[in-house]
């Protein structure tokens, strides 16, 4: 039995809801209730049965319908078709993010209407079915005994993996997102990955030639706690789906692995056992040392033929017998304590050790030999094996030794001590250069003191030493002598020396030459004072010359000054000129110090002879006359001069010209005083920052504004002060940051708080402040802008509610043209026996939608003002195309510039192009017959030509358009009177209208 499917309306407007439920219900659907708002949809879906929910997007009340159609979807699981008069992008973005099943725009063609719910519940059903056989599917794999994978798609996505897997690898689907996570995983290590990709590639494209099953892939796996598992891997498609099987093999090979290896290490071992006894046959019997085995009680098992030579017997005599047979009587009674001990306890003191003891050889006579004894087993007995060395001629040799080692190491010692106390740096080399001796000296004088030097090579310790050094050294070893007084030795890092030195060569007492001798003088220190007490005079001449100083000297005894060259040109005076070099203090008075400043020269001069202090100094400042007359200042600084027993015998000192620096500090300070004038009396905020952020100096405006004195400002940092928001300390800090290095600064705007707390707009500007070429501080200005921020917002506030306003307006003309359609569309109904008043309803509907489109378009545009027309035309076309059966036999060819026009012009030129569309679509083509409608719309230099056409049966010719009496020619040429344009028809091939117009201008109606 056919059940009708249940649908649920979601609209706030009663007629337009109506007019769907009749729609709905012509389509054999049970529409089960109407709701107006959100809340009451979800209710509504809560209490009844419901298929789908057809829901108009914008609603009154709590909810609009978008947050209602996600709650349905995720409460119920029931499909959303959405109805909406808005198409703007972040709504329809919104839509796109929930479950939905459809996107009907109003007017909601009825064709549309249908096709969508139709496609949307099949979808659902074919889902829901889908879920169930999924679930179902994934249960059966769960509880697989093989650990399986399931994966999707040509990305090879992980779609599933079973408890056992996880059980075996450990892995869950987070850790295996994709394949290309897993092989990673399993098979960390590279070569082996690609080894066991491959072979898997191999079988799977083997499998897919030859139309098989995939062979069995055997591979050791790398699980979560990184243990190996080694599993058979087989792979099985369905579709688009891949299963991998994987079966755990790990414990049937460990027990194969077990008992093959059990079965080698068998065969090695017995093998190496026969090798190993040979071998050590061999090597016994070719030793040097004697080797000898004994049993667990002491008696000789073995020994070789070297034990023969060392104790004089033969292998026949001391097989069977006692090892105490080669030990003297003192060490026998040891030996039996030691072996009745390991016999107790298993512990030896002498095994695997070295040690030197005393044998008794067959003659009777004892000798030292060195021993080292090991303990082994054979079955379950123990052996002992000793190994025996003479040491009786190494013995001789160590005592001869240490007699000749006593008297070297006296002589040695006195050797030493003559070149560690040598006043000088002494350094002694073999033939190869190598250190034998160096002096405490040489090692202090060339920072040696953590450096090993015997027996290293002089070049490695000092690996800057010149090829002209080394070709000195080769002869001295030759016999000849060198010597240096003064010369320069650069170190590899880069430090100087300066070295006096002797080589030498020294000599064996077989007179051959053993090696040399290098004397050296660090004479660093003394030559860097000469260079910088000729560095330090040409620095004070230099700072005399730069500092304009003239030096002079005073005899008190003889009253005499003493100038020189300097000190004449200060006065623009000669030696010549003068009379010589040598002048009395009443002369240098008169002839260049003006006569109201004498007295004051007379007295410095006296306070020098009369002070007490032999360090007295002193300086004064006055005028003098130069000989070209003009006059100079000039700052003397005086000091007192002593003998050799430390009597006054004078002064000394320098004049120095400071004219020009008195001009420059004045010139400064009326410069000061301007800029703190200009600094006090600019109206803006105006604050300087040093470059660590601490203010210097505010103006009176920065004071009134913030309420603060500038004490309470100055030697704060600007980010502690309480006068920026804390959100914009980043902000500004960030700004000082780019401009200290060197960055420009646009001005930007930001806030203060006023005195009485509130925020104030500025505008700031940021000013660095050089100081000797570095920056020193900032200048900032903050020009207030609160009242033109205030008025922008108003302004701003203004325009958005007037644009809100105006999308509204078209929003509800948009509506109430929707409300007209579904009116026209509830009339059908009534009059559907009458076809000609069924047409009449249809053609008005088109009309209102030509309209509703144009606010739609608005609604939409960014520029209220301007429709993008091509866009337009080709919704309306289509729309018309819909109304009459989507016409199939018919082709639509639109050929539009991208034009933008006016609403004035866009309406008459909608409804002309709805008329002209209808009537070919209606009577063109009889029959079914195919063909083409095309529109083209171009700008041809600010007039615009519109031309709709056919090529179908045409318009007879005993009809005159332009004074047809049909509702729709007559509204033709109607509308193209009110755009002042012109219309043509053109029979020659089906239908051709051709109308020509401009721009219409806004008018304004109040």
């Not at 500090?665 to 109206?683: C, I, N, R």
Request: proline share 2%; glycine share 6%.
């Amino acid at each position: 039995m056919f059940v009708k499917s249940k649908i649920l309306i979601i609209e706030d407007e009663s007629i337009e809801a109506k007019d769907l439920k009749e729609s709905l219900k012509s389509f054999g659907y049970d529409v089960v209730g109407i709701a107006s708002t959100g809340d009451e949809a979800i209710n509504m879906v809560a209490e009844l049965k419901v298929d789908l929910v057809l829901m108009d997007v914008v609603l009154k009340g709590r909810i609009d319908g978008i947050e209602a159609a996600e709650n349905i979807w995720e409460e119920f699981n029931i499909p959303v078709v959405y109805l909406t008069s808005h198409t703007e992008e972040n709504r329809f973005n919104r839509t796109k993010l929930t479950s939905t099943y459809g996107y009907l725009i109003k007017p909601v063609n009825k064709t549309d209407l249908k096709n969508t719910i139709e496609i949307a519940l099949y979808k659902h059903r074919k889902e829901g079915s889908l879920k169930h056989n999924e679930a179902l599917f994934k249960t059966m794999l769960d509880s697989a005994p093989l650990a399986i994978l399931l994966t999707i798609g040509t990305e090879e996505k992980v779609e599933f993996i079973n408890s056992r897997f996880t059980e075996i690898f450990g892995y869950t689907i987070e850790d295996i997102p994709d394949v290309t996570h897993w092989w990673p995983l399993a098979y960390p290590d590279p070569k082996y990955r690609q080894k066991i990709k491959q072979i898997w590639t191999n079988r799977v494209k083997k499998a897919v030639q030859n139309q098989t099953e995939i062979e069995p892939v055997e591979a050791e796996v790398t699980c979560k706690d990184r243990t190996v598992r080694i599993v058979e891997a087989k792979l099985s498609s369905i579709g688009e789906k891949n299963l991998v099987f994987f079966t755990d093999i790990t414990e049937n090979k460990k027990g194969e692995e077990k008992r093959r290896k059990g079965e080698e290490r068998r065969k090695r071992g017995e093998a190496a056992l026969k090798k190993s006894e040979e071998r050590f046959r061999a090597v016994a019997e070719s030793a040097v040392d004697a080797i000898i085995t004994t049993d667990i009680k002491g008696n000789i098992k073995y020994a070789n033929k070297s034990l023969k030579t060392i104790f004089g017997y033969s292998l026949g005599e001391l097989t069977g017998k006692p090892l105490p047979i080669l030990m003297p009587k003192i060490n026998r009674e040891n030996y039996l304590k030691e072996l009745k001990k390991f016999n107790k306890s298993g512990e030896h003191r002498l095994i695997g050790k070295k040690v030197t003891t005393t044998g008794l050889k067959k003659d009777g006579t004892e000798f030292p030999f060195e021993m080292s004894l090991a303990a082994w087993k054979s079955g379950n007995k123990t052996y002992f094996t000793s190994i025996i060395r003479d040491i009786t001629e190494r013995k001789k040799a160590e005592n001869e030794l240490k007699t000749i080692n006593k008297a070297l190491k006296k002589r040695d010692m006195e050797f030493r001590h003559f070149i560690d106390d040598a006043p000088v740096a002494i350094a002694m080399f073999d033939r190869q250069m190598r250190y034998i001796a160096a002096s405490k000296r040489w090692i202090g004088d060339f920072n040696l003191k953590s450096i090993k030097l015997q027996g290293r090579s002089h070049y490695d310790i000092f690996p800057e030493i010149t090829d002209e050094l080394k070709e000195i050294h080769r002869h001295a070893l030759a016999g000849s002598i060198f010597y240096g007084e003064d010369d320069k030795f650069v170190r590899a890092d880069g430090t100087i020396q300066y070295l006096r030195w002797e080589v030498h060569p020294w000599y064996l007492s077989s007179d051959d030459i053993g090696g040399i001798i290098i004397f050296s003088e660090d004479i660093t220190e003394r030559k860097t004072a000469e260079e910088e007490l000729k560095s330090n005079q040409w620095r004070l001449e230099m700072s005399m010359e730069i500092a304009n100083l003239a030096y002079w000297e005073y005899n008190i005894e003889e009253d005499i000054f003493t100038f020189n060259d300097k000190f004449y040109s200060l006065y623009s005076t000669s030696a010549s000129k003068e009379g010589g070099y040598q002048m009395s203090s009443a002369e240098y008075a008169t002839r260049f110090v003006p006569p109201e400043e004498q007295v004051l020269v007379g007295e410095e001069v006296a306070k020098a002879i009369e002070s007490d202090n032999p360090n007295y100094s002193s300086t004064t400042q006055h005028s003098i006359i130069r000989r070209d007359g003009e006059r100079r200042f000039i700052i003397v600084r005086i000091r007192t001069r002593l003998d050799k027993n430390g009597q006054k015998i004078g002064t000394n000192g320098v004049n120095q010209d400071v004219t020009e620096l008195l001009k420059a500090e004045k010139a400064l300070k009326e410069s000061e005083e301007k800029y703190k004038t200009l600094f006090q009396s600019d109206p803006d905020y105006t604050i300087l920052v040093g470059m660590d952020g601490v203010l210097l100096d505010v103006n009176r405006a920065a004071e009134q504004i913030t309420g603060l004195l500038k004490d309470e400002l100055i030697g704060r940092h600007f980010m502690e002060l309480e006068i920026f928001p804390k959100e914009d300390l980043g902000m500004h800090n960030e700004m000082f940051s780019h401009l200290s290095k060197g960055e420009y600064i646009s001005p930007y705007e930001s806030r203060i708080y006023d005195k009485e707390g509130k925020i104030r707009w500025v505008e700031t500007l940021l000013t660095i402040i050089m100081k000797d070429e570095e920056p020193d501080s900032i200048l900032i200005i903050n020009n207030d802008i609160t009242k033109r921020k205030r008025d922008d917002d108003v302004i701003k506030a203004s325009l958005k509610e007037k644009e809100i306003l105006l999308k509204e307006i078209h929003h509800r003309v948009k509506n109430n043209l929707q409300i007209i359609y579904s009116l026209l569309d509830l009339q059908e109904d009534y009059v559907k026996e009458n076809s000609t008043a069924v047409n009449v309803l249809n053609e008005s509907q088109n009309r209102v939608l030509a309209m509703s489109l144009i606010h739609e378009t608005l609604y939409q545009s960014k520029d209220l003002s301007l429709i993008n027309f091509s866009e337009y035309i080709k919704n309306l076309t289509s729309n018309l195309f819909y109304s009459y059966g989507s016409k199939s036999n018919i082709t639509q060819i639109i050929n539009v510039e991208q034009i933008y026009l006016n609403i004035e012009t866009s309406v008459p030129l909608g409804l002309i192009i709805t008329e002209l569309v209808s009537n070919s679509l209606k009577y063109a083509f009889p029959e079914d017959k195919s063909g083409k409608i095309s529109v083209k719309l171009v700008n041809k230099h600010g007039e615009f030509e519109l031309t709709l056409e056919d090529n179908g049966i045409g318009i007879p010719e005993e009809i005159n358009f332009n004074t047809e009496s049909t509702l729709g020619l007559r509204l033709v040429n109607t509308l193209v009177n009110q755009l002042d344009g012109t219309i043509e028809l053109n029979r020659t091939n089906g239908t051709q209208f051709t109308i020509t117009f401009q721009e219409l201008t806004y008018n304004k109606r109040v």
